[in-house]
């Protein structure tokens, strides 16, 4: 059976990559964060990656982040399943 949702077996979200264990909110999908996946849809559906990245730095500084961190996470999201075939 195909599924078209990635699949991210690692406890961590499949677009940006955050790992469950640090989501403030409450998860409406299991494939994904409540910052991703909120009010029943995917955030970054229609975004290209430089901008989901971009969105994800701006909030993650917003949230206390240490702009260092920051730009670390924010390159490892071109790894997780959502982006894999995108561009």
Do not use: H
């Amino acid at each position: 059976n195909e599924t078209t949702q990635p699949v991210c077996a690692s406890g961590s979200c499949a677009a940006c990559m955050m790992p469950f264990t640090k989501d403030p909110g409450v998860r409406e999908n299991p494939e994904y964060c409540s910052y991703c996946f909120n009010s029943g849809k995917l955030n970054c559906e229609g975004v290209s990656l430089q901008d989901f990245q971009a969105m994800c730095y701006q909030s993650m500084r917003n949230n206390g982040t240490p702009w260092i961190l920051a730009k670390i996470y924010t390159w490892m999201i071109r790894f997780a399943p959502y982006w894999k075939n995108k561009k």
